[in-house]
């Protein structure tokens, strides 16, 4: 498998008090000198407990978190593709990227615009990142939807009208409509249900193959890396702690952590009818 991204001593700290005039004064490290590469066509697990570091990493693989202000410190570098640091991309090439690169997040209300209809919200990456004409965009939304295991019927409904599983399917339908290269799926499960957990992992698996996605997919659910990550990075305070391929940790993990992490009763088992 080709590398598609490379990750080289990532750290971010984030201002955690003011001074009078205004100026950051502490940081908290969320991320310390991480290191892991991501391959082209594999499922990347990547888990930890609350306050991790999981989630910034993702954000930074979005492009969200950069040294734009003193509200958070990045160092080291995420390379994409050998050629683009995803820390330092602005303008055409930060464009270009997110392209390759959509994101799909925890919680689809707060992912979504409450005023716009779905086909409004599915074509908003269209509009921003593409040159297609409103003929190709509307083709493009209707051909989603259905992939997504919605209907035509629903491009003119408003999120109100949709549950939580549909929305979710929106979302993502919306990060694949332009058909990127990588998928960024932080913790896109854990605000449902979780029979309907099962069916948004079936749809994430059929999504891969149809559009021969590259997926990392940052989670707490130890149950579904298990069934559906080919790799897998754990993470503790802002550091990897270990890493491997999924059956490899799982089944004989190298540090108390991961085995602690593993063996818990907390996290609910899901549904055993993912195929």
Not at 27 to 34: D, T
Not at 85 to 94: I, R, V, W
Not at 110 to 136: C, Y
Not at 194 to 222: C, G, M, R, V
Request: proline share 3%.
């Amino acid at each position: 498998m080709n590398k598609l991204i490379e990750i080289k001593e990532l750290s971010v700290k984030y201002s955690s008090k003011k001074k009078v005039f205004g100026y950051k004064e502490k940081y908290i490290n969320a991320v310390e000198g991480i290191s892991f590469d991501f391959m082209k066509g594999e499922v990347l697990g990547v888990v930890g407990e609350s306050g991790s570091g999981k989630s910034t990493v993702s954000r930074c693989l979005l492009s969200i978190i950069k040294n734009i202000d003193k509200s958070s410190v990045v160092d080291g570098s995420i390379i994409y593709n050998d050629s683009v640091d995803l820390l330092k991309a602005k303008g055409k090439e930060l464009k270009s990227v997110r392209k390759n690169i959509q994101g799909v997040f925890q919680d689809p209300d707060s992912s979504m615009n409450q005023r716009l209809t779905a086909g409004k919200i599915i074509e908003e990456p269209l509009l921003n990142l593409t040159d297609f004409s409103k003929s190709v965009r509307e083709e493009k939304i209707k051909d989603v939807l259905q992939k997504c295991g919605l209907s035509e019927e629903d491009i003119n409904k408003y999120p109100n009208e949709f549950s939580a599983g549909q929305k979710q399917r929106i979302c993502i339908a919306r990060a694949i409509v332009i058909e990127p290269e990588i998928l960024i799926a932080d913790e896109p499960l854990s605000s449902l249900d979780i029979s309907i957990q099962a069916q948004i992992i079936n749809l994430l698996i059929d999504l891969k193959e149809k559009y021969n996605l590259s997926i990392i997919f940052i989670t707490h659910d130890l149950n579904v890396v298990k069934v559906f990550c080919d790799r897998l990075i754990v993470m503790k305070d802002g550091k990897i702690v270990e890493q491997g391929k999924t059956e490899e940790v799982v089944s004989n993990p190298k540090e108390e952590y991961t085995r602690s992490l593993f063996s818990s009763n907390i996290i609910p088992s899901i549904p055993n009818n993912i195929s």
